[in-house]
């Protein structure tokens, strides 16, 4: 069989199942600085400031389990952020929200700042390319934030999710499934995370045990799917793949939209990019 790829693979929307929709709502909306969208019943979808996108959905499940303290699927959303103005203006308002810094650190032009949202789930936020950052040393973040000019109130639509970094107890299934069902590739290897790449979108993987690992997504709290907008042709390409691997997915009668699940249970969603936006 020839090696599978899809032709583009960015992420375009992350999916969290939340407890608390109000309380998370605020921290992305402002402190984080994304733009509420829109609320359709139990669902928060955010985007950017005038961009017609989804990167963000908050999906209220008040009966999913929290499982706080323990590993979740989820070990780390990257978020890039394309100026260094921008981050000045995101650091300003995390400062004056007296909001928890996990770490923060700099190199050569390249700034990162760690923080939790209300539940747990880590989002890493960076300026520059991760690529410099060797030998990083502690980020000022009140120098930081007094370059900030209040340009940017929201997030701009140059702002992207870039990498997810997963914890998975079948570490092995996992690289399998993302390498060879779904096409990205091996990029780098060290000290036992992986990484891959395909497009403008990496994954990180970790091995881990316990937690919800190994629990079902919709009883969980944390990360429930992944979306990423594709060209039509690849939707026929994947459909025909994975049904030579036996793999079992779902496809709209339109045949715009498939998704698949990963084993360790969440959600991959792939959209054609003529399906339109709401």
Not at 144 to 171: C, Y
Not at 177 to 200: C, H, P, R, Y
Request: charged letters at 25%; aromatic letters at 8%; a negative charge.
């Amino acid at each position: 069989m020839a090696e599978f790829a899809l032709s583009a693979a960015g992420l375009e929307t992350v999916a969290l199942r939340v407890k608390n929709r109000n309380l998370m709502i605020e921290f992305y909306r402002d402190i984080i600085g994304f733009n509420l969208k829109r609320e359709e019943n139990e669902l928060a979808i955010f985007g950017t400031a005038k961009d017609k996108n989804d990167l963000l959905w908050l999906e209220e499940s008040p009966y999913a389990q929290d499982h706080t303290g323990e590993i979740k699927k989820l070990k780390r959303l990257c978020l890039v952020i394309p100026s260094e103005k921008e981050m000045a203006d995101l650091a300003q308002r995390l400062l004056q929200a007296n909001y928890p810094i996990e770490d923060a650190l700099t190199a050569n032009e390249a700034s990162g700042i760690l923080v939790e949202d209300p539940e747990g789930n880590q989002l890493e936020i960076y300026f520059g390319s991760k690529n410099t950052h060797q030998n990083p040393v502690a980020l000022n973040l009140v120098a930081l934030a007094q370059k900030a000019t209040g340009e940017f109130p929201r997030l701009s639509d140059g702002v992207h999710f870039d990498k997810i970094h997963l914890n998975t107890s079948r570490l092995n299934e996992q690289q399998d499934f993302l390498e060879n069902v779904i096409g990205l590739k091996v990029q780098d290897e060290t000290s036992g995370i992986l990484a891959l790449n395909g497009g403008n979108f990496h994954v990180g993987l970790s091995t881990g045990q316990g937690g919800t690992l190994d629990l079902a997504t919709d009883d969980v709290l944390g990360l429930d799917f992944l979306q990423f907008r594709v060209p039509q042709a690849d939707i026929f390409a994947l459909a025909d793949h994975l049904e030579k691997l036996s793999v079992e997915f779902f496809i709209d009668h339109k045949k715009q939209i498939i998704t698949v699940y990963d084993p360790t249970g969440i959600e991959w969603w792939f959209v054609s990019e003529e399906k339109k936006r709401h």
